[in-house]
């Protein structure tokens, strides 16, 4: 596939696309240089669940942006059918969307981030890109049509891609409520015999190659205050 028309992978750089949005035309990633952002796709305006899921999305903003995160939203709808919906949202279920949709009616936008897929021709699937301050693709998650999207596990995600990249560190299954380590985080396994005898005597852990460390307290209460834990089975 040449490589103007296949969609950018986890590690590769977010390609610049000049953009018309609800809040005017962008050029990403430039917009968002130096921050993270959300780039995420719905299958179509004025939908059942596209609609709760944008109402979560707008009540949990201010959680994203604790996050340092943009949102920026897109369907293969117009513009005019964004504001419309949008203001439909805002007059019905009583919450603003503080972040802008991109407008995609040609779906040029969405099949080069191949948001298009067998399971429609003429929608998007739900798509998830996180991007980092360096332009980065750092996540891709795909969902369904019919299924909506877990707004803590996406704020999750953010909040252990900054950890691993802070701390040099791996973050565990389930991170802050891990049901091993609890809130705690990975060290890289060693990557020769030397430093193997090392590991143990360094960290707490259940093999050399399965250790780990205290995470800073502020950085755990951060996302343990936006993302709660589970309820007991």
């Given at each position: 596939?040449?490589?103007?028309?296949?969609?950018?992978?986890?590690?590769?750089?977010?390609?610049?696309?000049?953009?018309?949005?609800?809040?005017?035309?962008?050029?990403?990633?430039?917009?968002?240089?130096?921050?993270?952002?959300?780039?995420?796709?719905h299958?179509?305006?004025?939908?059942?669940?596209?609609?709760?899921?944008f109402y979560?999305?707008?009540?949990?903003?201010?959680?994203?942006?604790?996050?340092?995160?943009?949102?920026?939203?897109?369907?293969?709808?117009?513009?005019?059918?964004?504001?419309?919906?949008?203001?439909?949202?805002s007059?019905?279920?009583?919450?603003?969307?503080?972040?802008?949709?991109?407008?995609?009616?040609?779906?040029?936008?969405?099949?080069?981030?191949?948001?298009?897929?067998?399971?429609?021709?003429?929608?998007?699937?739900?798509?998830?890109?996180?991007?980092?301050?360096?332009?980065?693709?750092?996540?891709?998650?795909?969902?369904?049509?019919?299924i909506?999207?877990?707004?803590?596990?996406?704020?999750?995600?953010?909040?252990?891609?900054?950890?691993?990249?802070?701390?040099?560190?791996?973050?565990?299954?389930?991170?802050?409520?891990?049901?091993?380590?609890?809130?705690?985080?990975?060290?890289?396994?060693?990557?020769?015999?030397?430093?193997?005898?090392?590991?143990?005597?360094?960290?707490?852990?259940?093999?050399?190659?399965?250790?780990?460390?205290?995470?800073?307290?502020?950085?755990?209460?951060?996302?343990?205050?936006?993302?709660?834990?589970?309820?007991?089975?």
């Amino acid at each position: 596939m040449p490589e103007e028309n296949r969609f950018p992978l986890i590690g590769e750089k977010f390609p610049e696309m000049s953009l018309e949005t609800t809040h005017g035309n962008m050029k990403l990633p430039d917009v968002f240089k130096g921050k993270w952002f959300m780039l995420f796709s719905h299958p179509g305006d004025f939908t059942p669940v596209c609609t709760t899921e944008f109402y979560s999305f707008a009540r949990r903003y201010d959680d994203f942006q604790k996050l340092g995160t943009e949102l920026i939203g897109l369907s293969v709808d117009s513009t005019i059918s964004h504001i419309e919906w949008v203001n439909w949202i805002s007059a019905n279920l009583k919450i603003e969307v503080p972040f802008p949709i991109i407008g995609d009616a040609m779906g040029r936008v969405a099949s080069r981030l191949g948001m298009i897929q067998a399971e429609s021709s003429s929608s998007t699937v739900r798509a998830v890109f996180i991007v980092d301050p360096n332009s980065t693709v750092r996540l891709i998650m795909y969902y369904p049509l019919e299924i909506g999207r877990n707004v803590d596990e996406l704020l999750r995600t953010i909040k252990a891609l900054q950890m691993a990249d802070k701390y040099k560190a791996a973050v565990p299954a389930n991170w802050p409520y891990n049901e091993l380590i609890g809130d705690k985080i990975l060290n890289p396994p060693p990557k020769n015999t030397k430093d193997v005898p090392a590991r143990m005597k360094e960290f707490k852990g259940y093999s050399w190659w399965l250790t780990y460390k205290d995470a800073p307290e502020s950085d755990v209460q951060e996302i343990k205050k936006i993302v709660k834990p589970r309820a007991e089975k």
